[in-house]
């Protein structure tokens, strides 16, 4: 579903992901982990087709970013650490926004819409200005835009951040559900215990290289994830 090879990425004179390669089959949930700084949002922006990048290809179900970018965004759904979102809009201005641009029919839309709302606890919400809610209720409702078009490829940067238990509890088994029917998720976080027990694979990256990759349980064997990340400094 996703295949990043030989990313390459700089801003002026200093290259900050130096030759990446890396795949996600359909079905997976892929970790990918580092320190602040270490190139993991850089590129998350080039997967999502927000940055351009100097060298290599990212394929999203075959397609490129590069040179189909319209077709490999209607297979996804980005969600930063910090959305972005139209705070003139009310919560369900937005939805409804985010449902005409990926054409969704409306009873499907509003039904999905419902379910999610309800789901995560801001139903009541959607009617007031995003502007009053707080960086948890922007969380939900970036959640579900990024849910209500049913992507093919989920992309997560740090999606616990802001996040209650109840919410992180519901957002996990959203992942896991959507895994189950083939789609794939590719996230970023530091909370290394949700990597360990939620991902098929994981992949560290140092200064913009990658520095262990594989089957979760292949890395971690009788050691925790955190103790392998740490050995890894």
Not at 8 to 24: D, M
Not at 77 to 95: H, K, M, R, S, V
Not at 105 to 119: C, F, G, L, P
Not at 152 to 179: H, Q, S, T, Y
Request: charged share 25%; net charge negative; glycine share 8%.
């Amino acid at each position: 579903m996703l295949k990043i090879q030989n990313y390459h990425k700089s801003y002026g004179n200093k290259e900050v992901v130096k030759g990446i390669s890396l795949e996600v089959k359909p079905g997976e949930i892929f970790g990918f982990i580092g320190h602040n700084g270490a190139g993991k949002t850089t590129t998350i922006k080039s997967i999502v087709g927000i940055l351009e990048f100097e060298e290599g290809e990212i394929l999203i179900d075959g397609k490129s970013i590069q040179k189909d970018p319209i077709a490999c965004k209607k297979m996804i759904a980005y969600i930063p650490d910090n959305p972005d979102l139209y705070e003139n809009l009310t919560g369900i201005q937005y939805l409804n926004f985010i449902g005409n641009i990926f054409q969704i029919e409306k009873e499907v839309r509003t039904k999905r819409i419902e379910e999610y709302a309800k789901e995560l606890e801001i139903y009541s919400n959607l009617g007031d200005s995003i502007s009053s809610y707080s960086h948890g209720m922007k969380q939900k409702l970036a959640l579900i835009g990024a849910l209500i078009h049913e992507p093919k490829l989920l992309i997560l940067d740090e999606p616990f951040v802001g996040l209650d238990p109840k919410a992180a509890f519901i957002l996990k088994n959203r992942m896991k559900e959507m895994c189950a029917r083939g789609c794939s998720i590719f996230f970023s976080t530091h909370v290394l215990e949700v990597v360990e027990k939620l991902c098929d694979h994981v992949a560290i990256l140092r200064a913009g290289e990658i520095v262990c990759m594989g089957a979760t349980e292949d890395i971690i064997k009788n050691q925790s994830l955190e103790e392998v990340f740490l050995e890894l400094e």
